[in-house]
Each structure stands twice: as structure tokens, then as C-alpha cells.
């Protein structure tokens, strides 16, 4: 469990709520990897992009996103992760209200990894966080460093 | 309404062609009836000339009687031959015959007098030339010694001969005054047939003015009609572009919003859940609290966590769930209202075979069961014509009536342009004031013993009208309903105008 203790995961979520209910249970689900929290996409793109500790300087990451932000489109998000040369390899899960299939299909296209449609009944939405968690406990993720 | 107008203008149309027949008809009339009343007097002027003619031959042929009648008495006188005798019967005999002819010819009172005189003079000269003939020696001798201007039988001819003469003129003058009025007859016919031709050409100049200016009429109404129906028909388009894009503007709408909605019921459902557990948590710390410290139990913080909090929480969570599915239920609506229709040919009694095997569990468990009559094949959308068709043989499947077995009947029958689905059943009816009720969003009637969210027959109203037809119900209370659904035979789609 060595390599995912270094992996950060980075989570784009404008809505404080969620981003709590998400944290509660990927905690719940055994996961203990550094949870950093951005309510808009400009400061999450500063980090991913900028920051010494962010993704692209330093270390894994795994990137938790919403896709209705108030500053800019998720999809956007995705689109200048996927697009970047040391981001492209860093996985995305696309957590997000919308189910429309549109939608969807077009996250695939840019690249996302995993697209769950949070569900609003509870008890479904703590499963599919949990089951966020084990997958992520089992994933291997790149180093940014490995190209 | 238009029909009125196009009756008002026939009217008008009919009234002026009809008038106008009319004149001409009454010319035409009037101008046959003076045609034959003067070719009438011409032909009655014709006769009475012929007849003035005869006359006046007659005479001319009694005066040349008369003169050989004369002229053989005198020859005879001079030389007793018997030729001249001979010509003079002869002549005498043809004088009668012709004396009786005109005697026939005559009208005029006038002549006959005179007729009557010749008649009278010729018996006198018959006697005198009898009696020549008789004793021509003594004939002889009296005419020697005779003057001859004394002589009756001289005197006679003459007195014929100028009776004759009158009579003659009289004809002349007959024929003179015949021929007149037959002038007159010609004269009348030409001035009666010129004016009838001419009013008649004038009839027939005025009709052709009038159809020339009623075809004129038309074109402009042709003209202004096509210009209107143009006009309109971009009117048409741009309303139905406006509503096109008025009704894709409210689907957005209700997608953003029911979108946007979900986010917030998340947290809601989600602390209500954490609330819960935190619930929990506490009651089992007080319920251990209690066991221990049986002194420090407090009904009231008990009945709160026992009863009162889950009771509160439970209420939050059913109606946060109940607005879910309201919300889903819009948003499901609005992705259909997005959803482009690709219109193709159906085989709609498979299609409805297909539902009802797909429904072969329910109906099973409902105690009913499903018959397919024919159904025309049309041209549609696959997919909307599904759901509409599963919602009703749903519907028809959960409002059974206890009170007998459930039968539904899903049939078909074709219109003009038009295919129409009746789905039957006998079960618990609709009441006829909620008749339009049951298709409005989150609106149901009757005993709410099934569950739902009132969405299904607003949903399949609104496709309906997307695929351009409409479904409409039939039904009483406890009597079965029909649930007819018209759609054209073939679908035309209409996008939005950009």
C-alpha cells in the first residue's frame, strides 16, 4: 500500500456538501490518501499546473471532478488535463449530477477514466464512493515522471 | 364562414349573367315578334300586289276581249264571213269566262259596280250580236245605212272599253298604293331588326365587358389571395419556428432546473442520512448510558432521539425522495422533448405484440389478459410510438376493476392520413371531469391506491403532439376506458427555423 499513500487525489467540487459526503466515505471505504479540495476551476488548475506540490511538480495525483463549476465547464478541466504533457496519464473520475448521455459520451471522448453520476438517494451514492474507494486502492497510478 | 362570402359573390355574379340573359332573351323576343310581324304585313302586301296584278291582267284581257269581240262584229258587218262569226263567240265565250274570273277576283265595292255595269253592257251587246248573227242581211243594211258613231254596239265597246280603263287605273293605283306600304313593311322590318341587332350588340358588348372585368376581379383576387397565402405561410413558419424554439427554450429550462436541482437534494438526502447515523450513535450511547445509570434516564432527551428525530428525519428523507422523482420525471420529459425523432415504417402490430409480450409478467400477475386486433402499419418515430403504446397497455393493466377479470383490446383502424390506436379495457374508468386532468403533469384521479407520479399520460400527450397526432379518452366511471391514440400515417418532422 507504499505507492498509494503518495498518490494525492485532488477534488474539483464547487458544492461544499458533496465534497464532504465524498470525503466521509472514501474515508469510510479505508482510503487515507491526502484529499486536497477545490471549489472552483481556476484554483484547481493553479494547483494541478502550478504549485510545487501539485501533480505536475510533484508526485501522482488522481483527480476527482465535478463537472458544474462556477468559474468553468468540468469539461474544460478534463480537456487541459488530458491535453498536458505530464497530466494526460493522471486519471480522472468524473463525479457529477449529470446522467445525460451526451454529456458522458463527450468526457469519454476527451479522455476521463471514470464517469459516476452521483446518484441522490444516499444509500446509493456512499456505495458508489466506497466503490471509488476500493478501486482506488487497487489502481496503479503513473507517475508523472515515468514518461 | 368564407362560404358565405363565396355564396354572397356567386350571387352577385349570378345575378348580373342572369340579368343580363334576360336583356337579351327579352331583345331577341322582341326582335323575332317584329321580324314576323312585318315579313307577316310584307307577305300580306306581297299576296294583295299578286292579287291587284290578277286583277289588272283580267281587266287587260276583258278590254282585249271586248276589242276582238269588236273587231269580229265589225269584220262580220263588212264581210258576213262565218270565221269572223266564229271569232266573235269565241271571244264572246272567253269574255264570260273571264268576267266570272275577276267577278271572283274582286273586293273593292267600286269595281264590282263597275264589273257589274261591264256585265250589264256585254248581256246588252249579246242581244245585238245574237241578232246580227240571227238576221245578218237586215244587220248588213242597218249598218250601211248606220252613222257609225250612233251604232249601240259601237257605242258599247266604247263604254267597256273605258269602264275597263277606270278599272284598270283603280288597279294601278291599287298596286301604286300596295307597293307603298310594302316599302313601308321593309322599311319598318329594317329599322325593328337594326335597333334589336343593335341593342343585342350592346347586350353582348356590355356581357363581355362584364365577364372581361369579373375575370379581371378574379386575377386580382388570385393575385391578393396568393400574395396572402404566401404571407401567411411565412407567418405559419415563423410562428412555428418561434414555438419550436419557445418549447426547446422551456426544455433547456426544465433540464437546467431539474439539473441544477439534484445537486442541492444530494446534500439534503446525504446529511439527513449522516444525521441518522450521528442519531444513532447518540441512542446507543444513551441506551448503554441508561443500562449503567439507570438514575440519569430522562424520558424526554430519550422520546427525542427514539422517536422524535427519526420520525423528523424520516419525513425529510420520503419528500426529498418524492421531489427526486418529481424532478426526474422532468428531466426524463425534457431529454424525450430533446430527443430527435427519426420517423420510420413501422409494423405496429409487431411493435404491439412486442409491448404486450413484454408485459406478459404484469398482466399475468393482474389476473388480465391482452388481445391485438389489426392495426395499419404508418410511418413514425419507433421509440415514442413504444413508450405511448406501453404507457396506455400499462395504464389499461394497473387501473383494473376488482369486480372483474381485466380484458384489453388493442386495436387499430385507418382515416384520412390518419392511423388510429384504440387501447380498450374494462376496468375502473375515469370520471368525466377528469377527463383532461389525468393528462397534466403529476396529475392523477381516482382511488390513489397505484403507485405513480402522474407523469405517464403527460408524457405520452406530449409525444403525441410531437409526432403530430393526439390521444384523447373515452371513459365513465366503473365503465372500462378507450384510450385512442391518432397519429399520421406518416410523420413529417419539424425542426426548429434557425
Redo the contacts between chains.
Keep these: 500500500m507504499n505507492s498509494q499513500q503518495t498518490v494525492g487525489i485532488v477534488m474539483i467540487e464547487d458544492?461544499e456538501?458533496?465534497a464532504r459526503?465524498i470525503e466521509?466515505n472514501i474515508r469510510r471505504a479505508g482510503i487515507s490518501n491526502d484529499i486536497k479540495h477545490f471549489t472552483d476551476g481556476t484554483t484547481a488548475l493553479d494547483y494541478l499546473f502550478n504549485d510545487p506540490s501539485g501533480p505536475a511538480q510533484n508526485g501522482p495525483a488522481l483527480v476527482l471532478l465535478d463537472l458544474?463549476l462556477p468559474d468553468m465547464s468540468g469539461t474544460s478541466i478534463l480537456e487541459k488535463i488530458k491535453g498536458d504533457q505530464k497530466l494526460h496519464r493522471t486519471p480522472v473520475v468524473v463525479l457529477t449530477?449529470?446522467d445525460?448521455k451526451v454529456e458522458i459520451q463527450r468526457c469519454y471522448d476527451l479522455g476521463c477514466n471514470v464517469y459516476i453520476t452521483?446518484?441522490?438517494?444516499?444509500?446509493s451514492?456512499?456505495d458508489a464512493i466506497r466503490q471509488l474507494g476500493l478501486f482506488l486502492s487497487v489502481i496503479q497510478v503513473p507517475s508523472v515522471d515515468e514518461q | 364562414m368564407p362560404d358565405k362570402v363565396r355564396e354572397r359573390y356567386e350571387r352577385i355574379g349570378r345575378r348580373r349573367v342572369i340579368g343580363l340573359l334576360g336583356i337579351g332573351i327579352v331583345l331577341l323576343a322582341i326582335a323575332i315578334i317584329a321580324g314576323i310581324v312585318t315579313l307577316g304585313s310584307i307577305s300580306e302586301d306581297t299576296d294583295q300586289v299578286e292579287r291587284v296584278m290578277e286583277r289588272q291582267a283580267s281587266i287587260d284581257s276583258l278590254s282585249t276581249f271586248n276589242e276582238q269581240i269588236a273587231a269580229g262584229q265589225r269584220g262580220f258587218l263588212l264581210q258576213p264571213d262565218p270565221d269572223f262569226a266564229r271569232i266573235v263567240r269565241e271571244a264572246s265565250a272567253d269574255y264570260e269566262t273571264e268576267q266570272a274570273r275577276l267577278d271572283d277576283l274582286l273586293v273593292d265595292g267600286g269595281q264590282i259596280q263597275k264589273l257589274e255595269q261591264l256585265r250589264r253592257l256585254n248581256a246588252e251587246r249579246t242581244v245585238l250580236v245574237d241578232a246580227m248573227f240571227a238576221d245578218p242581211a237586215t244587220a248588213f243594211l242597218e249598218a250601211r245605212n248606220l252613222d257609225f258613231s250612233d251604232d249601240r254596239g259601237v257605242l258599247i265597246t266604247q263604254e267597256i272599253r273605258e269602264v275597263a280603263r277606270s278599272m284598270s287605273d283603280f288597279e294601278a293605283e291599287e298596286l301604286g298604293r300596295r307597293n307603298q306600304a310594302q316599302l313601308g313593311s321593309l322599311v319598318q322590318f329594317y329599322i325593328v331588326g337594326g335597333v334589336a341587332t343593335l341593342l343585342l350588340l350592346g347586350v353582348l358588348v356590355t356581357a363581355v365587358l362584364v365577364v372581361l372585368r369579373y375575370n379581371r376581379e378574379l386575377a386580382q383576387a388570385q393575385i391578393s389571395l396568393r400574395e396572402a397565402n404566401v404571407g401567411l405561410e411565412e407567418a405559419v413558419q415563423k410562428r412555428t419556428g418561434e414555438l419550436l424554439r419557445a418549447n426547446e427554450e422551456i426544455q433547456r429550462f426544465a433540464y437546467i432546473v431539474s439539473h441544477d436541482l439534484r445537486s442541492p437534494l444530494v446534500n439534503v438526502l446525504g446529511f439527513t442520512s449522516e444525521l441518522d447515523e450521528a442519531r444513532k450513535t447518540i441512542r446507543d450511547h444513551l441506551t448503554e448510558l441508561y443500562e449503567s445509570k439507570p438514575e440519569l434516564r430522562n424520558e424526554e432527551v430519550w422520546l427525542a432521539v427514539d422517536e422524535d428525530l427519526p420520525e423528523a428525519l424520516d419525513f425529510i428523507r420520503t419528500s426529498t425522495e418524492k421531489m427526486d422523482r418529481l424532478i426526474n420525471s422532468i428531466l426524463e420529459l425534457s431529454r424525450q422533448g430533446r430527443r430527435k425523432l427519426q420517423p420510420e415504417m413501422l409494423d405496429m402490430e409487431a411493435l404491439t405484440s412486442d409491448i404486450v409480450t413484454s408485459l406478459h409478467q404484469r398482466a399475468e400477475d393482474a389476473g388480465a389478459s391482452i388481445e391485438v386486433k389489426a392495426i395499419p402499419d404508418l410511418e413514425s418515430d419507433r421509440i415514442a410510438v413504444e413508450q405511448i403504446l406501453q404507457n396506455l397497455i400499462e395504464n389499461a393493466l394497473k387501473y383494473l376493476s376488482p369486480k372483474r377479470a381485466g380484458e384489453v383490446t388493442v386495436e387499430g383502424s385507418k382515416a384520412v392520413g390518419t392511423v388510429r390506436i384504440d387501447v380498450i379495457d374494462n376496468g375502473r374508468g375515469i370520471a368525466p371531469e377528469d377527463h383532461e386532468r389525468i393528462f397534466e403533469l403529476f396529475r392523477r384521479a381516482g382511488a390513489q391506491d397505484q403507485e405513480g407520479e402522474g407523469l405517464g399520460l403527460a408524457n405520452v400527450r406530449a409525444l403525441a403532439y410531437r409526432l403530430g397526432g393526439i390521444v384523447e379518452v373515452e371513459s365513465e366511471l366503473d365503465q372500462g376506458s378507450r384510450f385512442r391514440l391518432s397519429l399520421p400515417s406518416k410523420f413529417v418532422a419539424q425542426e426548429a427555423l434557425p
Design positions: 458544492d456538501g458533496h459526503l466521509k458544474n449530477t449529470t445525460d452521483k446518484p441522490v438517494n444516499y444509500e451514492f456512499a
